[in-house]
């Protein structure tokens, strides 16, 4: 089967050993994590992590559902590139020295929408933002020049297209039923 790039949406309250396990889940299917990032979301006391993965469709969903059944994860879903919104950040370390003799690089630096965010006489900070490629291709010009020091990027963060995130039915489905079970329990006891 064909390997497809996977973003992973996961929602869960924050509790402690919860990354662990859902990363146990990608360790017995065999499945690298290309890249994790775990944030608050739109919804308070909610947390989504952002993981990514190469895998064929039926694994993914497997994956999906073992995550699932985790006590601590309220809900889980996996997206092709197409049904999000993504972007990383980048942040490259040059030797001031060695840009300032070689002009080329502040012109691959703006050519590549990219900025300085610091500058000092032993080295220049620079950031950008955008898809994964668009960074991996600054990068790999930036390396040309030989004045790269240093260079990390970040994990994958998405968001779905959706107007609303998924998850958020779901809390409102859940809200509801704890309401009308919680009426239900007050009418016996009268």
């Not at 996961?10 to 402690?16: G, K, L, Q």
């Not at 065999?30 to 992590?49: D, F, R, T």
């Amino acid at each position: 089967m064909d390997k497809i790039f996977y973003t992973l949406l996961v929602y869960s309250e924050n509790f402690a050993g919860l990354l662990n396990q859902i990363t146990a889940v990608f360790t017995r299917r065999q499945l690298n994590i290309e890249s994790l990032n775990v944030s608050a979301s739109s919804i308070p006391g909610i947390h989504k992590y952002t993981i990514t993965t190469w895998s064929d469709r039926e694994t993914i969903e497997k994956v999906v559902k073992q995550i699932e059944r985790k006590i601590d994860v309220i809900q889980a879903h996996y997206f092709t590139d197409d049904e999000i919104f993504l972007h990383e950040i980048a942040l490259y370390k040059l030797s001031t020295p060695e840009v300032q003799e070689n002009p080329e690089v502040s012109k691959i630096v703006r050519r590549h929408s990219a900025i300085f965010v610091e500058v000092n006489t032993t080295y220049c900070i620079v950031e950008k933002a955008g898809m994964t490629e668009e960074i991996i291709s600054l990068y790999n010009e930036l390396q040309k020049t030989g004045c790269m020091l240093q260079y990390v990027r970040s994990g994958r963060i998405a968001i779905t297209k959706s107007c609303v995130e998924r998850v958020n039915g779901f809390l409102e489905a859940r809200e509801a039923r704890y309401r009308q079970e919680k009426a239900g329990a007050a009418k016996k006891a009268l």
